[in-house]
T-cell receptor, first 117, second 115 residues
Framework: AQKVTQAQTEISVVEKEDVTLDCVYE???????LFWYKQPPSGELVFLIR??????QNEISGRYSWNFQKSTSSFNFTITASQVVDSAVYFC??????????????FGKGTMLLVSP | DGGITQSPKYLFRKEGQNVTLSCEQN?????MYWYRQDPGQGLRLIYY???????QKGDIAEGYSVSREKKESFPLTVTSAQKNPTAFYLC??????????????FGEGSRLTVL
């Protein structure tokens, strides 16, 4: 069975600090996709990134960066110079193929990030 | 605008009553999904449907039922058999691709509180 582990339940930082959210996954699939979502207090899920299992290049988007390491089954997310607006719950997720071109997502339990001024 | 609409956003019900949550999409996606979110538990899959008139149980289907009579609609009924129905419910949809990318499009959620 697939599994996604986000060991950090809650992280508190002060604005402008860098913060890394950890994600470790388990899967038997050779082709899979990893995701990060942000959930602000309003509740909707905001898609941040999708990474396929064959692409281990790190990615940077503004203050966000992602480190995918297949050897350790990890897909960590770093926010540089955090801001109060980054306060949210962040979910890491792993695709599970259903066949016929569809997948479901297995989610971690989420990490709540609190950024104080 | 294309998207997924869930209603109602907030719902209060008495214990023992069945409740139906609506999910409509105009993205022309074939597949639709229902997830449940509890504090500190992440999202867990309740049911999914890949095609009209067909659906499969997810990890926590007990106490729930669904129907898929139209491509655009995938309502979820929380029955009185569901022991802890108070939760945040998220509907999602996806299109098919080879290989499947797993990209789901989510609605804004429905928060159900059972009193």
């Amino acid at each position: 069975a697939q599994k996604v582990t986000q060991a950090q339940t809650e992280i508190s930082v002060v604005e402008k600090e860098d913060v890394t959210l950890d994600c470790v996954y388990e899967t038997r699939d050779t082709t899979y996709y990893l995701f990060w979502y942000k959930q602000p207090p309003s509740g909707e899920l905001v898609f941040l990134i999708r990474r396929n299992s064959f692409d281990e290049q790190n990615e940077i988007s503004g203050r966000y960066s992602w480190n995918f390491q297949k050897s350790t089954s990890s897909f960590n997310f770093t926010i540089t110079a955090s801001q109060v607006v980054d306060s949210a719950v962040y979910f890491c997720a792993l695709s599970e193929a259903l066949g016929s071109g569809y997948s479901t997502l297995t989610f971690g339990k989420g990490t709540m990030l609190l950024v104080s001024p | 605008d294309g998207g997924i609409t869930q209603s109602p956003k907030y719902l209060f019900r008495k214990e023992g009553q069945n409740v139906t949550l609506s999910c409509e999409q105009n993205l022309n996606h074939d597949a639709m999904y229902w997830y449940r979110q509890d504090p500190g538990q992440g999202l867990r899959l309740i049911y999914y449907s890949q095609i009209v008139n067909d659906f499969q149980k997810g990890d926590i289907a007990e106490g729930y039922s669904v129907s898929r009579e139209k491509k655009e609609s995938f309502p979820l009924t929380v029955t009185s058999a569901q022991k802890n129905p108070t939760a945040f419910y998220l509907c999602a949809s996806s299109t098919s691709s080879v290989p499947s990318t797993g990209e789901l499009f989510f609605g804004e959620g429905s928060r159900l509180t059972v009193l």
